[in-house]
């Protein structure tokens, strides 16, 4: 038996010049974007000088055989690249700073020399694809779409000029055709904008941009300051705390970009032990992970959970190496060595976390529902065994009786005790980020319940908190950002520096921990939900599931942007974009060696319409035959300008062609041309 070789059709050279400069173009947007949205240059600049240098070389050289050298050296040229990325990535001995996309620029760079046939041109434009797809994670406003839309246009372009290269016919759009092409997409694509839904699928793991930094944790170093807690010692914050006698300014400065699937408080650090004014927290052990969290190593997913979500994270300021997200976490991955998680289930870096790094999360999203909470009973003894969460001797007297009196209606279930607490806070306290310090001597709680009546959410977070341990009930304080500018049709979220924020986490037997904040202006119940589903409320929601999601689906997530494909391709598919020259009839080549007839019958063949077996045509099955029996009864050889072009057409098409193929007189190529495009025209 003999064997098998599977081979792929050799490629056709390409010589199209104008398709050569749209794959070109699709690069530079591709670059472009990497130095918006990456802010990253002198690769992106080497690359692009290189590029075009190397498109030059390719296409004066299409016809020449590859010789082994240039293949060698094009070989080591490849594996320098990716050596750089290792180093690069792993070390950071380049900066750190988009390893993947600098690896791809890079390779495109080297293989630009050697794009010789189509496919060659095709494999440069995916990996520009893969450049684009590597600066989104970055991009974080519309204007990226413009870029996609370019991108898109420049694929369409190289398509176009290649196949009309092969017809021997020049690049000409119909501006007319164009216009009401692209009318009608947009008008499609804005209705499944609207009206098709999103994709509802879980993820399946952390979104992975970037490969480990191997910098271990080590001993004490100075951090940058977090917004409500002083921090000292290792960069993981181990020795963090909150002072409720003093409070910074906090501006309007962005601190982290978060691309979400639903909008959430990202938690950072959590604290149990409350003493004159400062909380501390009383446990300071904690496990050493790897960058990679899988499902395994964490807690188990809550029970009638509503799903998961993906948040990536982009931070844009020095912070202390804090992983801040959703909780519960499902797995995570940042690009560090190790990370470490304490007893409260936060992780930490060894380092600091520093502008333009990144990290994604997988968090489930449980059922906090009021009705769910209410059929949890009361607790009596503190999770994890801890008395910390039930301590609260550093409140006064006069606190605890305002708790009781407050909740004495509403003591049937733990979830309307807490509720009621938390409405009276929000209701009849006053919510501000310009106070004072608390006087020397003052109980900062009891200055804030019965002297000020306002203040700022730490000490909303710490009246609840320790007024609800007075009832008996398991609380805590817990820190980070509250959601930020929340943008629901990217499905992103702008975190800044006055979004940093305390709330209350409260115990429930079947719930585990869950957040209340007691702030005015804030939902009483912070449970994460997931916003509309519907394609118009979110873009970027897609990123994540680019590997899972079903085609359609795909589509429709991409909202606006999911017509740029056929606003580009209709003007080429259901208009004439061809125009060749006028010549009159007689002489020329025949059709047998004619590209526009072996074109239309490549076409009939790749869509099916080729029989299993080869046989002769009758003299009114061609692919050529097809066509012009549909031009025939638009009359164009009437319009015709003289009337030696219109005497062959008097029969109509199917007539021409009929007598045509049967006796082998076809009509002349450049006169067919002509001929087609002012039927298409005309129609």
Request: with cysteine; aromatic share 10%; proline share 8%.
């Amino acid at each position: 038996m003999a064997a098998v070789r599977l081979r792929l059709p050799a490629s056709p050279v390409e010589s199209s010049l104008e398709g050569r400069a749209f794959v070109f173009s699709g690069f530079a947007v591709a670059v472009l974007s990497v130095v918006l949205y990456g802010q990253d240059y002198i690769v992106p600049a080497v690359g692009l000088g290189a590029a075009a240098a190397g498109h030059l070389v390719s296409y004066r050289e299409r016809a020449l055989k590859r010789g082994r050298r240039r293949q060698v050296l094009l070989a080591g040229l490849v594996f320098a690249c990716l050596a750089y990325f290792l180093a690069d990535s792993v070390g950071a001995f380049f900066g750190g700073v988009l390893p993947q996309a600098n690896f791809a620029i890079l390779l495109v760079a080297v293989t630009s020399f050697d794009l010789k046939t189509r496919r060659n041109c095709y494999s440069s434009l995916w990996i520009s694809l893969a450049i684009l797809y590597l600066a989104a994670v970055y991009a974080w406003d519309y204007p990226f779409g413009l870029l996609l839309a370019l991108w898109t246009l420049c694929l369409a372009g190289f398509w176009v000029a290649s196949h009309l290269r092969r017809m021997e016919a020049r690049v000409a759009l119909p501006l007319p055709a164009v216009a009401t092409a692209v009318t009608g997409a947009l008008a499609l694509g804005l209705a499944a904008f609207i009206f098709l839904p999103q994709p509802s699928i879980d993820p399946n793991g952390p979104v992975v941009v970037s490969l480990p930094n191997y910098v271990g944790f080590k001993g004490e170093m100075e951090n940058p300051a977090l917004p409500l807690i002083q921090l000292s010692g290792d960069p993981s914050g181990a020795t963090g705390s909150i002072d409720l006698h003093f409070r910074g300014r906090l501006g309007d400065a962005a601190v982290m970009y978060v691309r979400t699937g639903a909008p959430a408080y990202w938690r950072g650090l959590v604290f149990d032990t409350y003493h004159d004014g400062v909380w501390t927290a009383s446990n300071r052990g904690y496990a050493v992970l790897q960058p990679y969290v899988p499902p395994r190593l964490l807690p188990p997913a809550p029970k009638n959970n509503l799903g998961t979500f993906v948040q990536v994270f982009r931070v844009v300021r020095p912070l202390p190496g804090v992983i801040s997200a959703a909780y519960p976490i499902q797995s995570l991955y940042a690009p560090v060595s190790a990370l470490r998680e304490d007893a409260y289930g936060t992780f930490r870096t060894p380092d600091l976390l520093r502008p333009g790094q990144t990290y994604s999360v997988v968090s489930y999203l449980p059922n906090l529902s009021p009705e769910e909470l209410r059929q949890d009973p009361y607790v009596f003894n503190p999770p994890d065994e801890n008395p910390a969460y039930m301590e609260h001797s550093a409140l006064s007297s006069q606190a605890q009786a305002l708790a009781l009196s407050v909740t004495r209606d509403h003591s049937s279930n733990q979830f309307d005790l807490v509720m009621a607490l938390t409405s009276y806070l929000q209701q009849n306290l006053q919510y501000t980020q310009q106070l004072g310090h608390v006087p020397a001597g003052r109980d900062p709680v009891d200055w804030f319940l019965f002297d000020v009546k306002k203040g700022y959410c730490e000490q909303f977070a710490t009246a609840e908190t320790l007024m609800l341990r007075s009832l008996g009930v398991p609380a805590r304080l817990a820190t980070g950002y509250s959601t930020g500018d929340y943008n629901p049709v990217l499905d992103q979220s702008i975190v800044r520096e006055h979004d940093a924020h305390a709330w209350v986490e409260v115990w429930f037997p079947n719930h585990g921990w869950v957040p209340v904040d007691p702030s005015p202006g804030f939902s009483a119940l912070a449970a994460t939900q997931f916003p509309n589903h519907w394609a118009a409320s979110g873009i970027a929601r897609l990123i994540p599931h680019l590997t899972i999601g079903a085609p359609m689906a795909v589509l429709g997530s991409l909202g606006a942007l999911a017509v740029i494909p056929p606003a580009c391709s209709s003007p080429c598919s259901g208009h004439g974009c061809e125009r060749g020259g006028g010549g009159a009839p007689g002489g020329g080549r025949r059709p047998g060696s004619q590209s526009f007839c072996g074109c239309m019958s490549g076409c009939s063949a790749g869509s099916g319409a080729a029989a299993p077996h080869r046989r002769r045509r009758s003299s009114t099955s061609t692919p050529l035959s097809l066509t012009l029996s549909r031009l025939g009864r638009w009359d164009c050889w009437r319009r015709s300008p003289t009337p030696s072009t219109r005497g062959p057409m008097q029969g109509g098409g199917r007539t021409l062609l009929a007598s045509g193929s049967s006796s082998g007189a076809y009509p002349d190529p450049r006169w067919l041309r002509h001929h087609l495009t002012c039927c298409v025209w005309l129609h």
